[in-house]
């Protein structure tokens, strides 16, 4: 069993070591992720350009790492195809630091690594939690554990693409899990001008909240209720996950 593990963060960043911990157990873990921070870029790749691959340091023991000086699509491109010569189960992307739900989804380099990895034909998923949350939160940990079990399972669509948000850790307990669909939303986005002539866009990737009304079995929704959201990108169903003693509530 190989499971990929990448980012849109980089390969330094906490939230694909806590990833690749949460499953390191399920099988074969391998780390090919961008060199740099690639927030924002989509689904993108790097078509007709030269991109390098080199080994990085690891830091988990027994997990090989390797930098890609490109795209999160790249990285799995790359990965599936060169690293690992196509014999991957499962791509598994984050831990964000932040939400990707509703129309974040079509920016996030979180969701765009997972959509290269099912446009490709390998089943897929993406991890975000709150920027204030705690990655290594042991909980979180274990629901990752339980869900890539589930992703790699037989009944499992092949090329499967799934979208995992974790609701924030510091107001109250997870209260379970459920399945949701995207929400409508708009992004809050902010052009400056900068001091060589050019402008720069900024955006915090953040829900236009005042605007969005919390559509019941949406991912914004789903998440106001202290539950983790799992929306499934394609025509199937999620089992239920365990997340607490009692997470029928």
Same mark, same amino acid.
């Given at each position: 069993?190989?499971?990929?593990?990448?980012?849109?963060?980089?390969?330094?960043?906490?939230?694909?070591?806590?990833?690749?911990?949460?499953?390191?157990?399920? $099988?074969?873990?391998?780390? !090919?992720?961008?060199?740099?921070?690639?927030?924002?870029?989509?689904?993108?790749?790097?078509?007709?350009?030269?991109?390098?691959?080199?080994?990085?340091?690891?830091?988990?023991?027994?997990?090989?790492?390797?930098?890609?000086?490109?795209?999160?699509?790249?990285?799995?491109?790359?990965?599936?195809? *060169?690293?690992?010569?196509?014999?991957?189960?499962?791509? !598994?992307?984050?831990?964000?630091?932040?939400?990707?739900?509703?129309?974040?989804?079509?920016?996030?380099?979180?969701?765009?690594?997972?959509?290269?990895?099912?446009?490709?034909?390998?089943?897929?998923?993406?991890?975000?939690?709150?920027?204030?949350?705690?990655?290594?939160?042991?909980?979180? $940990? $274990?629901?990752?554990?339980?869900?890539?079990?589930?992703?790699?399972?037989?009944?499992?669509?092949?090329?499967?693409?799934?979208?995992?948000?974790?609701?924030?850790?510091?107001?109250?307990?997870?209260?379970?899990?459920?399945?949701?669909?995207?929400?409508?939303?708009?992004?809050?986005?902010?052009?400056?001008?900068?001091?060589?002539?050019?402008?720069?866009?900024?955006?915090?990737?953040?829900?236009?909240?005042?605007?969005?009304?919390?559509?019941?079995?949406?991912?914004?929704?789903?998440?106001?209720?202290?539950?983790?959201?799992?929306?499934?990108?394609?025509?199937? *169903?999620?089992?239920?996950?365990?997340?607490?003693?009692?997470?029928?509530?």
């Amino acid at each position: 069993m190989n499971i990929l593990v990448t980012n849109d963060d980089g390969v330094d960043n906490p939230g694909i070591w806590a990833l690749a911990r949460a499953v390191k157990d399920i $099988g074969e873990v391998t780390v !090919v992720a961008p060199a740099d921070n690639q927030s924002g870029v989509g689904a993108g790749l790097s078509f007709r350009q030269s991109v390098t691959i080199r080994e990085h340091e690891s830091q988990i023991k027994g997990v090989p790492c390797f930098a890609v000086d490109g795209t999160p699509g790249d990285s799995v491109a790359f990965g599936v195809n *060169h690293v690992l010569n196509n014999d991957v189960d499962a791509v !598994v992307a984050g831990i964000n630091p932040g939400h990707n739900t509703s129309r974040n989804v079509f920016i996030s380099g979180t969701f765009g690594a997972v959509i290269i990895a099912a446009a490709i034909g390998v089943k897929a998923c993406a991890f975000s939690i709150d920027a204030l949350d705690d990655v290594d939160d042991q909980l979180v $940990g $274990g629901i990752i554990t339980a869900t890539t079990r589930e992703l790699v399972g037989s009944d499992t669509p092949r090329d499967g693409l799934y979208n995992v948000n974790f609701p924030p850790l510091r107001y109250s307990e997870i209260l379970g899990a459920e399945g949701c669909a995207p929400a409508p939303s708009e992004l809050r986005m902010k052009l400056e001008a900068n001091n060589i002539g050019g402008f720069e866009l900024f955006s915090g990737l953040r829900l236009r909240i005042d605007r969005l009304k919390l559509m019941p079995g949406t991912d914004v929704e789903v998440l106001s209720r202290n539950r983790v959201a799992l929306s499934a990108l394609m025509e199937t *169903h999620w089992s239920t996950i365990r997340t607490t003693p009692d997470s029928s509530g």
